[in-house]
């Protein structure tokens, strides 16, 4: 399992897609690669799937340090633990100055898993910016 | 103290800059080769178990044969004395009693077994439990480094490229507008499709003879004939 056989994968899907969604897929080059997964119709938000030895992970960005109404922080952080359990396969993250919610699968999952993965990822992210809007300035 | 603090405490120190790794690649490598020396020595262990199981219950079927032979000469011995045989009596008695001796050296060796199986039980337990947490704790050095260098690719081919990460509400907004936009051809689709149905409707009534007629060139002959 690395990047290039889920591009290949999400590439061919084309109409016969599970979740409803089209992927358009690039990989990105660095020292770790990188894919870029863009939902067709929702291509600002991308999901970027990377594959270490032992899981497959997906991270999609939400808002950077400098978007949050400073005085709403801390009722985001409350927000965002009390979301972490009902949100289904996603969760909170940071990384660096930036929030992103994630899914972590293992590299034994099939592509329909992961194809179902990146969908339900994009779906959240669209429902938490939608729901969390109130927390950006 | 454990793998988290190391890694929170670079987090603190600002080791998340691009190139700066959470534990030097040495300590990782350092930290691989402990985690294989611990799998050998679980290897090698769980053979040892295996060998000692295998005297284990080779000594306790000897211990149990043993007490079988001995509770039978008891026997022997027994129906030498009704037969006032005191002779033969005393000659099974010293065999019982050999057997007496065998059976206590077959018993100390069973317990020894036992006992070193338990401790070889123990640290396979152990050694089990150590690798699988090292395991962790090395799949949480290597998930960090590889998030750090995988968004330093994402920031170089952004940063590198007309495409830019909006904000979130902009994103938000251009997504949606987009959907609306889709959601509105789709309205404007049926609409056009359920008005295409009714003219074929119309067409079927129509070659029926049914409802308003269209006028042709026969019933303008027709018409003109008849006023004549």
Redesign the interface.
Same mark, same amino acid.
């Given at each position: 399992m690395n990047i290039h056989t889920i591009a290949n994968h999400l590439n061919d899907l084309c109409d016969k897609s599970h979740t409803g969604l089209q992927f358009d897929c690039y990989p990105? +080059?660095? %020292?770790? %690669?990188?894919l #870029?997964v863009n939902i067709v119709?929702?291509e %600002?938000?991308p999901v970027?799937v990377?594959v270490?030895?032992? #899981?497959v992970?997906c991270?999609s960005?939400?808002?950077?340090e400098d978007?949050v109404n400073q005085d709403r922080r801390l009722a985001m952080f409350e927000t965002m633990l009390e979301l972490n359990i009902p949100m289904p396969l996603s969760s909170f993250a940071k990384? +660096?100055d930036k929030y992103v919610i994630y899914g972590a699968l293992s590299v034994q999952s099939d592509m329909q898993e992961i194809e179902l993965e990146l969908s339900v990822l994009s779906d959240n992210c669209?429902e938490v910016? +939608?729901e969390m809007?109130d927390y950006?300035k | 103290m454990g793998i988290l603090n190391k890694i929170l405490t670079a987090f603190r120190g600002g080791a $998340?800059e691009v190139g700066q790794s959470i534990v030097d690649a040495n300590s990782t490598r350092i930290f691989e080769q402990e985690i294989r020396d611990a799998e050998n020595h679980l290897t090698k262990a769980k053979r040892e178990l295996t060998d000692v199981m295998a005297k284990e219950m080779q000594a306790s079927r000897e211990v149990d044969r043993l007490k079988r032979s001995i509770s039978e000469h008891e026997g022997y011995a027994t129906q030498a004395l009704e037969k006032e045989n005191e002779t033969l009596a005393m000659e099974v008695a010293e065999k019982i009693s050999q057997l007496d001796q065998e059976l206590a050296e077959q018993e100390s060796a069973n317990a020894n077994f036992t006992a070193h199986a338990t401790r070889l039980k123990d640290l396979v337990r152990k050694t089990e439990r150590q690798l699988t947490d090292y395991q962790r704790q090395l799949?949480m050095v @290597? $998930?960090t480094e590889?998030?750090q260098? &995988? $968004?330093?690719?994402?920031t170089?081919?952004f940063a590198g490229s007309s495409s830019k /990460?909006?904000? &979130? @509400?902009?994103? /938000?907004e251009?997504?949606k507008a987009?959907?609306q936009q889709?959601d509105d051809r789709l309205v404007a689709a049926e609409q056009l499709a359920d008005e295409n149905s009714d003219k074929s409707l119309h067409d079927k009534l129509a070659e029926a003879g049914i409802g308003e007629q269209k006028s042709n060139a026969n019933a303008v002959l027709d018409r003109l004939k008849a006023r004549k």
């Open positions: 990105i +080059d660095g %020292e770790v %690669e990188v #870029q119709g929702r %600002e938000i970027f990377s270490t030895e032992n #899981q992970l991270i960005y939400l808002w950077g978007e990384i +660096d669209l910016i +939608d809007v950006l | $998340t799949s @290597k $998930t590889s998030v260098k &995988a $968004t330093a690719s994402i170089d081919s /990460l909006l904000n &979130a @509400k902009d994103s /938000l251009r997504i987009r959907q889709f």
